[in-house]
């Protein structure tokens, strides 16, 4: 996927965010939250469409899930904890949790139990820009930029600009991260 | 693993990378104390044991709440409520405590080398908690933490370090690190508390506490021990205390205005510090006990955390 894709996938998925919490009544409470590193930009840029469309814009936050995994006496060093960062309280909200890809859903598994621990929020929505099929887990995305099945052994990489690619992009690439 | 590392025994092996790469997690974990519940799942099913042969309740606690945040398990065995009074070696004690399958050892000790002894003899991680008059590490790592917190970075800024150098594992350690991040270090205290040859490990040596604090960014004040006081290092505590003591006069005069004042603690109030200064606006002594916490927590999980040689997962 290119950048003029990746844009429209994300317009695409904030237009559905949009619709859905008028329909429900919950636009008001609505809040982004990213997962580092990829679901950030991703988070970031729905929160931006929102705002534009709406006139509202929601209070966005990020999640470092390092510290929640459940892998980490499978890994060789301590995974790198980035930040965390949500400043707003999570009652009664709305929280659209991003990601860039969706795969065996041990990220979400891992971003939703810190997120629990932040607050009781009204709902939890999973907004993706790549749902990549393969899950491991019982969880589904509620918004799908684009949805493919690829087979395992092979890596899925979303680079965003923001993150300091020239562009951004979808690769599928075999051999990836074992 | 820190860098290289599965023990942390003293800060005189680590190189600036990997003091730096506990500082930066400690900013992660500082953030989780601040959190509505403190506690992270990371650690959950791992075991740190405090093993403290000298009273402390600052170090130990502080290793205690890192690790129940978290979620480690957590054990606290001291000299007093043990078979040392009964005689038993610390090799003993300490195959005994390996014995229950922990991931991480704390360890103090009055003998300096004993956390060194341990790490050479046992399997799990060994951390120094203070070892006589070597290094207490995760001090002087908090230190760091505090000090690059309020200046943003330590390169170019200087810091004088007041007291009984000859004694002070805060001192040792302080100089072990404080250097590799920039800063330049003046120690400060009687001749008689100042080791001889000290400036070959970077730092310069003053004897009159106004020089050494003149221009300073920053004051480490080390707590005078009483043991010390009324032997032939120094006659008695109001002497010391009027050379080489800081109150709110000299403090007005002769420091920067915005030079921050640091303490290991406990503090002898009136004697190294006086409560105008410890309690003053530039007083970072409570923040380096909250940073103590965050810094530990970053010891622990790069020792505990991961499959790497020093954890038990990764053996199994």
């Given at each position: 996927?290119?950048?003029?894709?990746?844009?429209?996938?994300?317009?695409?998925?904030?237009?559905?965010?949009?619709?859905?919490?008028?329909?429900?009544?919950?636009?008001?409470?609505?809040?982004?939250?990213?997962?580092?590193?990829?679901?950030?930009?991703?988070?970031?840029?729905?929160?931006?469409?929102?705002?534009?469309?709406?006139?509202?814009?929601?209070?966005?936050?990020?999640?470092?899930?390092?510290?929640?995994?459940?892998?980490?006496s499978h890994r060789?060093?301590?995974?790198?904890?980035?930040?965390?960062?949500?400043?707003?309280?999570?009652?009664?909200?709305?929280?659209?949790?991003?990601?860039?890809?969706?795969?065996?859903?041990?990220?979400?598994?891992?971003?939703?139990?810190?997120?629990?621990?932040?607050?009781?929020?009204?709902?939890?929505?999973?907004?993706?820009?790549?749902?990549?099929?393969?899950?491991?887990?019982?969880?589904?995305?509620?918004?799908?930029?684009?949805?493919?099945?690829?087979?395992?052994?092979?890596?899925?990489?979303?680079?965003?600009?923001?993150?300091?690619?020239?562009?951004?992009?979808?690769?599928?690439?075999?051999?990836?991260?074992? | 693993?820190?860098?290289?590392?599965?023990?942390?025994?003293?800060?005189?092996?680590?190189?600036r990378e990997e003091?730096?790469?506990?500082?930066?997690?400690?900013?992660?974990?500082?953030?989780?104390?601040?959190?509505?519940?403190?506690?992270?799942?990371?650690?959950?099913?791992?075991?740190?044991?405090?093993?403290?042969?000298?009273?402390?309740?600052?170090?130990?606690?502080?290793?205690?709440?890192?690790?129940?945040?978290?979620?480690?398990?957590?054990?606290?065995?001291?000299?007093?409520?043990?078979?040392?009074?009964?005689?038993?070696?610390?090799?003993?004690?300490?195959?005994?405590?390996?014995?229950?399958?922990?991931?991480?050892?704390?360890?103090?000790?009055?003998?300096?080398?004993?956390?060194?002894?341990?790490?050479?003899?046992?399997?799990?991680?060994?951390?120094?908690?203070?070892?006589?008059?070597?290094?207490?590490?995760?001090?002087?790592?908090?230190?760091?933490?505090?000090?690059?917190?309020?200046?943003?970075?330590?390169?170019?800024?200087?810091?004088?370090?007041?007291?009984?150098?000859?004694?002070?594992?805060?001192?040792?350690?302080?100089?072990?690190?404080?250097?590799?991040?920039?800063?330049?270090?003046?120690?400060?205290?009687?001749?008689?508390?100042?080791?001889?040859?000290?400036?070959?490990?970077?730092?310069?040596?003053?004897?009159?506490?106004?020089?050494?604090?003149?221009?300073?960014?920053?004051?480490?004040?080390?707590?005078?021990?009483?043991?010390?006081?009324?032997?032939?290092?120094?006659?008695?505590?109001?002497?010391?205390?009027?050379?080489?003591?800081?109150?709110?006069?000299?403090?007005?005069?002769?420091?920067?205005?915005?030079?921050?004042?640091?303490?290991?603690?406990?503090?002898?109030?009136?004697?190294?510090?006086?409560s105008d200064v410890?309690?003053?606006?530039?007083?970072?002594?409570?923040?380096?006990?909250?940073?103590?916490?965050?810094?530990?927590?970053?010891?622990?999980?790069?020792?505990?955390?991961?499959?790497?040689?020093?954890?038990?997962?990764?053996?199994?």
């Amino acid at each position: 996927m290119n950048s003029e894709g990746v844009q429209r996938a994300v317009q695409r998925i904030a237009h559905e965010v949009l619709e859905r919490a008028r329909a429900e009544g919950s636009l008001e409470g609505l809040a982004l939250v990213g997962i580092r590193r990829g679901g950030v930009p991703l988070a970031e840029r729905i929160r931006a469409e929102i705002g534009r469309a709406s006139g509202v814009t929601p209070p966005l936050g990020t999640l470092d899930i390092a510290l929640y995994r459940d892998d980490l006496s499978h890994r060789g060093a301590a995974p790198v904890v980035g930040p965390t960062d949500v400043r707003f309280p999570l009652e009664g909200r709305t929280i659209v949790l991003a990601d860039d890809v969706l795969y065996t859903g041990r990220t979400i598994r891992a971003a939703l139990d810190e997120l629990v621990d932040f607050g009781r929020p009204r709902r939890v929505w999973l907004a993706v820009l790549v749902d990549r099929g393969g899950r491991e887990l019982p969880i589904a995305a509620d918004f799908a930029g684009t949805r493919f099945d690829v087979p395992e052994g092979h890596d899925v990489q979303v680079r965003w600009r923001e993150n300091g690619a020239a562009e951004d992009s979808v690769v599928v690439r075999e051999g990836g991260k074992p | 693993m820190i860098g290289r590392h599965r023990h942390l025994i003293g800060l005189e092996p680590f190189s600036r990378e990997e003091i730096l790469e506990v500082l930066d997690l400690a900013v992660s974990m500082k953030e989780v104390l601040s959190r509505p519940v403190k506690k992270v799942p990371s650690l959950r099913g791992k075991s740190v044991v405090n093993l403290f042969f000298e009273t402390s309740t600052r170090t130990r606690s502080s290793f205690e709440i890192a690790a129940k945040v978290l979620s480690a398990d957590a054990l606290n065995w001291t000299a007093a409520q043990s078979s040392t009074t009964k005689g038993e070696t610390l090799l003993d004690t300490a195959r005994n405590l390996e014995a229950m399958r922990p991931d991480v050892l704390v360890v103090r000790h009055s003998a300096s080398g004993a956390p060194s002894f341990l790490a050479r003899n046992l399997d799990c991680s060994v951390v120094s908690a203070g070892d006589g008059a070597h290094e207490h590490p995760s001090q002087g790592l908090l230190d760091c933490f505090t000090l690059r917190e309020r200046f943003g970075s330590l390169e170019g800024r200087t810091v004088a370090i007041v007291g009984d150098i000859s004694h002070s594992r805060v001192a040792r350690s302080d100089l072990h690190a404080l250097p590799k991040l920039g800063a330049k270090v003046r120690l400060c205290g009687p001749p008689t508390m100042i080791p001889q040859g000290v400036e070959q490990m970077g730092a310069t040596v003053h004897h009159d506490l106004r020089t050494a604090v003149a221009g300073a960014d920053a004051v480490i004040m080390l707590r005078i021990q009483h043991e010390r006081i009324g032997d032939p290092l120094i006659p008695n505590t109001r002497e010391y205390s009027k050379f080489w003591g800081l109150n709110a006069r000299k403090a007005a005069e002769w420091l920067k205005p915005d030079t921050v004042i640091l303490h290991p603690g406990p503090i002898n109030r009136g004697v190294e510090l006086s409560s105008d200064v410890a309690d003053g606006p530039n007083s970072l002594i409570l923040d380096q006990v909250q940073n103590g916490v965050a810094v530990r927590m970053a010891i622990l999980y790069l020792l505990a955390g991961g499959a790497g040689e020093g954890s038990r997962a990764g053996k199994a």
